[in-house]
């Protein structure tokens, strides 16, 4: 479970989590977008809706970014049982990327809402 | 904190402690031997009044929020706290039972701190889970409880009732529910060692200590082992919010009062896909907003009055 991103990347999440943190949320608006099973290039977004991260299991590719949109009014955020990533509190409107280098399997829950559960797969 | 006062030493208490809550309903009840009974008005607020201990229980202030539930979550945080100002009779101190602010930010640590120097009393924190978002809680007991170390717990006297301030909110992660860990529940089990069981408890946490619905992470895993600590005491008061609505349970000398927010309401357990802020009318949001006063009557009862802001 262990190398989820590189040096850098995982820096560069860090940076993000810090600017939302901080309150300089991203501003532009969320696009709705079809939920996804597998994602066919280096970007996928997971809609968190009705207290539901959607689509719950997603397959990527190493090297993608994928960032947590939340639609909801409630915050959530997203994080790993042994923390190899995990945000700060995303609002609604707001975003998170972490970068998935590794393969392997990483199971994530809202830690705000723990019956919350996802999962994204790297192979 | 923590300190060791012997309850009103020379005094021989018998008997059963009463113990009373008024619901916001109009209803009160005072328990005797595990069996409720309804108490009228007149006799419940005669019973608090003159010499008891008071002090207020506010939760869920969620400085921060600004979403259609309410705009204006800062307004109405100082409505309660002006409330408290306006009270009759002073309370002795404050509780707050967390979830002080929405998004575990500095900035609403610090407006939320502002906004609560309108209070002169002591103020005693537990964090709710929307206090420890990111970071274990490390903002939070920097600011409103610094002599505890992050996550800490801690009990103390106060007018012949001891307290205890438990956090079940950083096991969210591992227990899929609020939570109080081995090491807070070994605590709790020494620091009640050897008082007496007459001694009146009150012990305030955020999340409810019995499970109110769990699916919507409404309830304390290892709740039943610090139970099992307070089931001698003649009287046992837990104070929670979380779930910003008035719900009441007695089961035996333990009596559960889960208290309004002063942000914005939440459905009913159970009802809709998931828990959250509730709309309600505008001219309705304040009714169903509100402040909880507790009267400790030396020996007679504990008299739980829920105001609301309306």
Known sequence: MTGLMTRQRLAAAAAVSIMLGAGTAIAEQPQPAAPQQVAATNEAEISIQSFQFVPAILTIKPGTAVTWVNRDEEPHNVVSPDRVFRSKAIDGGEKFTAVFDKPGTYNYICAVHPHMHGKIIVE | ?310
């Open chain 2, 1 to 310: 904190m923590n300190t060791q006062n012997p309850d009103n030493p020379g005094t021989s208490r018998r008997g059963l402690l009463k113990c009373m809550a008024w619901a916001g309903t109009g209803m009160v009840w005072t328990v005797a031997g595990g069996i409720p009974r309804g108490l009228g008005l007149g006799e419940a607020f005669a019973a608090s009044a003159a010499d008891g201990f008071t002090f207020v229980q506010i939760s869920d202030s969620h400085i921060g929020f600004n979403k259609e539930a309410n705009p204006d979550t800062n307004g109405t945080f100082q409505a309660a706290l002006d409330r408290i100002t306006k009270l009759p009779k002073q309370p002795a101190m404050v509780l707050h039972t967390g979830d002080v602010s929405h998004l575990s930010k500095p900035e609403e640590f610090d407006t939320a701190a502002q906004i609560l120097k309108a209070v002169k009393q002591d103020i005693h924190y537990v964090p709710g889970e929307h206090d420890v978002i990111g970071d274990d809680g490390k903002e939070f007991f920097q600011r409103f409880e610094p002599k505890l170390k992050t996550g800490g717990w801690y009990s103390f006297d106060q007018g012949g009732v001891h307290f205890v301030g438990m956090v079940n909110v950083l096991t969210f992660e591992t227990a899929k529910a609020g939570g109080f860990g081995a090491e807070q529940l070994e605590w709790l089990e020494k620091d009640l060692k050897g008082r007496s069981a007459s001694t009146p408890i009150v012990l305030f946490t955020h999340v409810p200590m019995w499970p109110i619905y769990p699916q919507w992470g409404w309830g304390t895993e290892d709740a039943p082992q610090a139970l099992s600590y307070l089931k001698r005491f003649g009287s046992v008061t837990v104070l929670n919010g979380h779930i910003h609505q008035i719900v009441q349970k007695v089961e035996g000398n333990v009596s559960y009062q889960t208290a309004m927010s002063t942000a914005f309401p939440q459905p009913t357990a159970g009802q809709g896909p998931a828990p959250g802020p509730m709309k309600v009318p505008a001219e309705k949001l304040r009714s169903v907003l509100g402040i909880r006063e507790i009267d400790i009557v030396p020996m007679k009862a504990a008299a739980v009055t829920d105001v609301t802001l309306a």
